[in-house]
């Protein structure tokens, strides 16, 4: 027999979907920033699927593709089981266009489980953990990259192999490409060795769940008639659901978008030692021979100072350098790698 869903203030009875603040915190001056959640509560019992979108609150597909699902698509008197959706989980970013919280530093993507009586970051990360992630049977925490890139989905390793077989089926039927994270470490904003993404930690925690990884918005209209990778995020989510049973139909193969098929693992990243204006030389999604030139870094003067090349035999996957500012510092990233197994 289906019961309420409740996450905080929120609570969607069987049948239902209701949407509004979760729960909220007060910044210096008293002003309340509070954290949306959509509730898509099925008239059948079923799993529950937690998806959290701009965690990184530049990265917006995942966004449109919540909003897409949950309220054009999900009829909830006809779904099995719940959505915990939550459109913008790091709503102090978003504010102000910020890939991490000015408030207070922290990059929310390695900020879980969070804490309660922790900086406000971590307070909205530790409501997440308690009120949604632990009722999860799967969570996925959607991201962007720097176009052009692959779209795929990062899927981490469990202690408990039943889990780990089923956040692998999840991504696979998602329906782009797998790869897996190896022991090499994403160097990002706002992260330190040893921090562990919302997904792994929950992997770590035995809770199912994987990160897929879209093309990013910039410059998008964020239309899913118009935009290729609004269309993946949305089939990928309802590919998902039909794996889990929560409504019925065939999983879709991706359109419009190169997959790649085999055993994948995150390698590292490249980067500059000397400081100029970078040219990107290869595509994402091609395999190359170690030791090929993948960027060419210039000098104000013209001169090349520096080559790129790729460190083994694998992928870029994508950049870490917007079209918008191809330049680079000295220790400055410049590509994701990976190779197949």
């Not at 019961?3 to 007060?26: F, H, Q, R, Y």
Request: charged fraction near 20%.
């Amino acid at each position: 027999m289906p019961k309420d869903l409740t996450v905080g203030k929120m609570t969607a009875k069987p049948g239902e979907i209701k949407w509004g603040p979760a729960t909220s915190v007060e910044l210096r001056d008293g002003t309340e920033v509070k954290l949306p959640v959509i509730l898509v509560n099925g008239a059948e019992d079923g799993p529950t699927l937690v998806i959290t979108a701009a965690v990184h609150p530049t990265e917006l597909v995942g966004t449109e593709a919540v909003r897409v699902v949950t309220r054009e698509i999900i009829d909830p008197k006809k779904l099995k089981g719940q959505i915990i959706a939550f459109p913008v989980t790091n709503p102090f970013g978003f504010q102000f266009g910020e890939y991490t919280s000015p408030h207070d530093g922290l990059n929310m993507s390695v900020s879980f489980p969070g804490s309660s009586q922790g900086s406000v970051t971590s307070r909205f990360a530790n409501f997440i953990w308690e009120n949604a992630t632990k009722k999860a049977t799967l969570c996925m925490d959607f991201h962007e990259n720097v176009e052009p890139c692959l779209h795929f989905s990062i899927v981490g390793y469990c202690k408990d192999p039943k889990m780990e077989k089923m956040a692998l089926e999840a991504a696979q039927s998602f329906g782009i490409t797998v790869i897996r994270p190896a022991g090499a470490r994403f160097e990002l904003p706002g992260t330190k060795p040893g921090d562990l993404s919302y997904s792994s930690t929950c992997m770590a925690n035995g809770i199912p769940a994987f990160t897929p990884e879209f093309e990013a918005s910039y410059g998008l209209t964020l239309e899913k008639d118009e935009e290729v990778t609004v269309q993946v995020a949305v089939r990928g989510v309802l590919n998902v659901m039909k794996y889990l049973k929560m409504i019925p139909g065939e999983i879709e193969k991706q359109s419009g978008i190169q997959v790649l098929h085999g055993n994948y693992e995150f390698k590292g990243m490249t980067k500059a030692n000397r400081g100029g204006l970078v040219h990107r030389l290869v595509k994402p999604g091609v395999k190359l021979k170690k030791g090929t030139p993948i960027a060419r870094i210039y000098n104000l003067y013209g001169d090349v100072v520096e080559t790129i090349e790729m460190p083994f035999d694998g992928y870029v996957w994508g950049w870490t350098l917007r079209r918008e500012f191809l330049t680079a510092q000295s220790g400055a990233t410049i590509s994701f790698c990976f190779t197949e197994l």
